[in-house]
């Protein structure tokens, strides 16, 4: 049996080789015990493993931030204030769905060009990142990556499940019978897209500069499964929108 291992360029692979020391699973899934340890092969497979340790090295992780706020409540504002701070040696200001040149005067920012899908943006994240920590100190300063906004980036991410959804049989059926029935998208259409979602919060996370994102909220309360206000959670929260 073969595990897949994620590799840097976000593919997978078949591997093998951990099996010579695992246990062996059982029929319902479950272990019968572990085997003997893996030892060197002399056809030159992948040598026993040799434990190393190490000290931890004092720091700081880098700030990832998500500003939220309604519709004009002034949080791509904030950020271009931030920007004007002079604390940072260069800022980054990727747009999604917002205009990006109306706090030019407030700050001095380079804008990222894309074309708006998903490939391009993923793109433009992965070039900023591999040029922020090539060098993530200028000058004694760190910099800045502004992603603006954040709600319109979920929604391209929506919509994706949601076309997911509708090419399943069962959808297609329904909709042939109804052009407005309802389609579920379902967890494994959801799963798709957070992985999506994850791979690009990874590499904003794992960034050595302070990364900021914006995003639509308001104030929300929670309901149960019919549809009614749950009187034992919280009264309010930020609902992302």
């Not at 409540?73 to 999604?96: D, I, M």
């Amino acid at each position: 049996m073969a595990t897949t291992t994620q590799v840097p360029n976000g593919k997978a692979v078949a591997d093998e080789s951990w099996l010579s020391g695992a246990p062996e699973p059982d029929d319902d899934g479950g272990s019968s015990g572990p085997r003997r340890a893996a030892r060197p092969s002399s056809g030159g497979g992948r040598a026993a493993y040799r434990l190393q340790t190490r000290k931890p090295r004092q720091g700081q992780a880098w700030p990832f931030i998500l500003v939220t706020g309604g519709e004009f409540s002034g949080k791509s504002h904030a950020c271009a204030t931030l920007a004007a701070t002079g604390k940072f040696s260069r800022t980054w200001w990727v747009p999604f769905g917002e205009d990006p040149d109306q706090y030019a005067s407030l700050a001095d920012y380079d804008i990222v060009q894309h074309d708006g899908t998903l490939y391009e943006f993923a793109a433009a994240i992965d070039a900023i990142a591999a040029e922020v920590n090539a060098q993530p100190v200028v000058d004694g300063l760190p910099q800045l990556v502004v992603i603006d906004s954040g709600t319109p980036l979920w929604d391209l991410f929506q919509q994706i499940a949601e076309r997911r959804a509708c090419k399943s049989d069962e959808a297609v059926a329904a909709l042939m019978r109804n052009p407005h029935a309802q389609v579920s998208i379902g967890p494994l259409n959801w799963a798709h897209v957070n992985r999506l979602w994850q791979r690009i919060t990874r590499t904003l996370k794992s960034m050595q500069a302070v990364v900021i994102m914006t995003a639509r909220g308001k104030e929300g309360i929670a309901v149960n499964g019919r549809g009614n206000i749950d009187n034992n959670a919280p009264k309010s929260g930020v609902v992302l929108t």
